[in-house]
C-alpha cells in the first residue's frame, strides 16, 4: 500500500521522513541566548565555535550607498506583495513565455485543457512542469532556451480519484514524460518572446531519454544492472534542479532529489549506499509499482546512476546526453563553470540536504576557445570545501588516500567520501554564482532548521555551529563568498566571509534580523538561486516560507532581488504569486530581457482558471534598454 501523504511533502520534509534525526535547541530558547542584533552589527558575530565576520568595509558602505539611493540598480526597488501576480518595478513589464503544458510542436497543440491537464500521448510534446534552472545559447545566429522542469505535481496531473497515486501505467509515463529538460528555439516578434513552435531545435528530455555514462565510474559494477549488464547506458534524467553552461556551449542539468523516484517492491538492499542518499523502500510516486527501472529490489544499482550533472548540446537535438561521473554523485543545486588561471576547467556545486557539503571539481587538462571540452569532465580531481573560523578555508581532494575508498566508490558515494575527508558541513548548499568581474564564488545556504548543538547530517556529521553556518535553528539562511588564493579557482586554499545573512529585522532584534544589509525594505528568507549578470550584479531568488505569519511576518511572497556585491546593497527587484518560487533565470543576447522561472505558483495563476501553472516570464525595461 503506497503511503499517499508522501505526494503532499515537499522534498526538504520527504528527507526529514526518510531519515529522522533529533533537532538541535529550539528557536526560542536560542533567540533568547543570542546576542543582542547591536552587538552583531559591529562587524563579528560570536556564535556557537566560531565567529562569523562580513566583507571588510560591508556594513559601513551599505549604510553610505541606501543614503545615495539605489547602490547603481537601474531600477525602484518594489515592496513586498502577497497575492496572485508576479509584480515588477515601475518602468518595467513582464508577460508569460511558455507555461506548463504549452505546445512545443503543432501535433500537440489542444494537448492541455484546465479540466483534465495534459494528455498521456502528448506529454512530450509540450512544456514540461514546474520549471527550474535555465540557460539561454546562441545557435547559428537563433536563441535557444534549454531549461529544467524538475518535478511533477501528480494531483494535479492524475485524476481526482487517485488522490496523487498513479494507477495505471500510464499514468506513470504521464508524470515521466513532464520531467526532465526541454530545450526550445525563442525569438522576438512584435508581442514580445514567443516560443518557436515545430523549430528543428525544439527537443524534450525524460526519463525515457537514452544517455551514457562516462568518467571512472562508467562501466563499473556499481552501475551495472539487468538492463545495462555493461554499466555505460542510462535511461533518463529526473529532479532536473539548477543549470549551468560550459565554456564550449554546452547545457548542464543537475539532477537533485533522484531519491524519491525509487523504492522496493520485495525486500529493501541495506547499506550506507542508499541510507546517506534517503533511499527507502517506498517511492514517492509509485513508479516502482508499475516500471521495474524503480524497483530497488529488482535494480538494486539503478539508483547508483542518478544524481549527476548531466551535458546536453542544445545545437544538436539528436545528439546523446552524457551524465558525468568524474562530478560526483550528490543532490545536485547547480554547475557553475570557470576556468583556472592555468586553463583548467573548474566546476563548483552544492548538494542540496541539511549538513551536507560544498564542492568543486577541477579538470586534469586545459581549455582553449574553440575546443570541444567535454572529456575535460572526465579526468579531474574532486573537492570538498572545509571554512575554517579564522575566516580561511581548504579545499580538501577526494581520493583514495583521503578518504579510503577507492575512485568508483568516491563518485558513486560522494557523500561518504567528503565525510571521511572532513568537509564543513553546510546550511543546504544552493546554486553557486561566480562572479564573472573578480575571481570570487558565492554560495546560497538556504536554511537549515536542525543547525544546532547535538544535531547531525544524515552520515552523522556535526551539525552544530560554525562560523560559516552561524545560527541555530536557521530558518533564513545566508550567502557565503569565497576568493580562491591568489585569484586562481584551481588553487586549495581560499579566504570567506558572510555576503549577508538573511532575516526579519520587523521581528527579531538579535542575530535573526540579519545582517546590516537587510532591512524592513528588502527582507527575504531562503535565499535559492543565484545567477550574475555580466555586469558583476548577484541576482537572487528565494524559494521560502511565504505564509507572512511569526518569523516570516512582513515577507510576503517569494521574490528576486539585485545584490551588489561592492557596496552590500540588496534591492527587491521581482515578487511571484504566492505558493511560488522563483527559479532559474537567463537573459537575451542583447541583455534587454530577462527570462525568469515561476514554479508551483497558487491560486490559478497565470491563466484565471483551472490549476495553477509553472512558467516562464519575460521582463524587461519599457524603454528597451538593458535590464537591471
Not at 513552435?197 to 563499473?220: C, F, Q, V, W, Y
Not at 561592492?566 to 518560487?581: D, H, K, L, Q, Y
Request: glycine share 12%.
Amino acid at each position: 500500500m503506497v503511503d499517499k501523504s508522501l505526494i503532499d511533502l515537499s522534498w526538504d520534509d520527504f528527507d526529514e521522513q526518510r531519515d529522522p534525526r533529533p533537532a538541535g535547541n529550539q528557536f526560542d530558547a536560542v533567540v533568547d541566548r543570542a546576542i543582542s542584533r547591536r552587538g552583531f552589527l559591529g562587524g563579528a558575530l560570536a556564535f556557537g565555535s566560531g565567529a562569523a565576520v562580513f566583507g571588510t568595509g560591508l556594513l559601513s558602505s551599505t549604510t553610505a550607498s541606501r543614503a545615495a539611493g539605489h547602490g547603481g540598480f537601474a531600477f525602484e526597488p518594489i515592496g513586498i506583495a502577497t497575492d496572485h501576480e508576479i509584480h515588477v518595478p515601475a518602468g518595467y513589464a513582464h508577460k508569460v513565455l511558455v507555461r506548463w503544458g504549452d505546445a512545443l510542436w503543432s501535433e500537440a497543440d489542444g494537448a492541455y485543457s484546465p479540466e483534465t491537464g495534459v494528455s498521456v500521448d502528448m506529454s512530450d510534446k509540450v512544456f514540461g512542469e514546474n520549471t527550474d534552472g535555465m540557460e539561454l545559447f546562441e545557435v547559428d545566429g537563433r536563441e535557444v532556451i534549454a531549461v529544467n522542469s524538475e518535478y511533477v505535481n501528480p494531483k494535479i496531473n492524475l485524476p481526482a480519484a487517485s488522490e496523487g497515486v498513479p494507477q495505471t501505467a500510464d499514468e506513470v509515463t504521464l508524470l515521466k514524460n513532464l520531467q526532465g529538460v526541454t530545450v526550445m528555439e525563442v525569438t522576438r516578434g512584435d508581442a514580445g518572446y514567443e516560443v518557436v513552435k515545430d523549430s528543428p531545435l525544439n527537443r524534450r528530455i525524460t526519463h525515457e531519454t537514452e544517455m551514457t555514462l562516462e568518467g571512472p565510474l562508467a562501466g563499473h559494477d556499481l552501475v551495472k544492472t539487468n538492463a545495462d549488464p555493461e554499466g555505460r547506458t542510462v535511461k533518463g534524467t529526473m529532479n532536473n534542479c539548477g543549470s549551468g553552461r560550459t565554456l564550449w556551449g554546452t547545457y548542464l542539468t543537475c539532477e537533485e532529489n533522484f531519491n524519491g523516484y525509487f523504492g522496493a517492491t520485495g525486500e529493501m538492499p541495506e547499506g550506507e549506499g542508499y541510507s546517506r542518499y534517503g533511499i527507502g523502500g517506498e517511492g514517492r510516486y509509485a513508479y516502482e509499482t508499475f516500471d521495474p527501472r524503480y524497483d530497488i529490489s529488482q535494480e538494486p544499482n539503478e539508483p547508483h546512476r542518478h544524481g549527476f550533472v548531466t551535458e546536453i548540446d542544445p545545437a544538436d537535438p539528436a545528439s546523446t546526453p552524457i551524465k558525468r561521473t568524474a562530478l560526483g554523485r550528490i543532490k545536485h543545486e547547480n554547475a557553475a563553470m570557470t576556468q583556472a588561471a592555468d586553463g583548467r576547467v573548474v566546476v563548483y556545486m552544492g548538494d542540496d540536504e541539511r549538513g551536507e557539503f560544498l564542492y568543486k571539481y577541477v579538470s586534469n587538462g586545459t581549455w582553449e576557445e574553440g575546443q570541444d571540452g567535454g572529456d575535460l569532465l572526465n579526468d579531474g580531481t574532486l573537492y570538498v570545501a572545509k571554512f575554517n573560523d579564522d575566516m580561511t578555508g581548504e579545499w580538501l581532494a577526494l581520493t583514495p588516500e583521503t578518504t579510503g575508498m577507492a575512485l568508483p566508490e568516491i563518485l558513486a558515494f560522494t557523500r561518504m567520501a567528503a565525510s571521511a575527508a572532513g568537509g564543513t558541513t553546510m546550511d543546504r548548499p544552493e546554486w553557486v554564482a561566480v562572479n564573472p568581474v573578480k575571481p570570487e564564488a558565492y554560495v546560497a545556504l538556504t536554511n537549515n532548521s536542525r543547525r544546532g548543538e547535538g544535531a547531525t547530517n544524515a552520515g552523522g556529521d556535526d551539525m552544530s555551529t560554525n562560523a560559516a553556518n552561524p545560527r541555530e535553528t536557521n530558518n533564513f539562511g545566508q550567502i557565503a563568498r569565497w576568493t580562491p588564493a591568489d585569484g586562481n579557482h584551481a588553487a586549495e586554499a581560499f579566504t570567506w566571509d558572510l555576503y549577508v545573512m538573511a532575516g526579519n529585522p520587523a521581528v527579531y532584534d538579535n542575530a535573526y534580523a540579519g545582517s546590516e544589509n537587510v532591512t524592513e525594505g528588502n527582507m527575504f528568507n531562503s535565499p535559492d538561486g543565484m545567477i550574475f549578470s555580466s555586469d558583476g550584479m548577484l541576482w537572487i531568488q528565494t524559494d521560502g516560507d511565504d505564509d507572512n505569519e511569526g518569523d516570516f511576518a512582513g515577507m510576503g511572497n517569494n521574490q528576486m532581488l539585485v545584490g551588489n556585491p561592492e557596496t552590500g546593497e540588496i534591492a527587491r527587484f521581482m515578487t511571484v504569486p504566492n505558493g511560488a518560487e522563483v527559479t532559474g533565470l537567463c537573459f537575451s543576447l542583447d541583455k534587454s530581457v530577462a527570462f525568469v522561472g515561476v514554479q508551483h505558483p497558487g491560486g490559478a495563476w497565470p491563466d484565471g482558471e483551472g490549476a495553477p501553472r509553472s512558467s516562464i516570464v519575460a521582463v524587461w525595461r519599457e524603454d528597451g534598454a538593458t535590464i537591471g
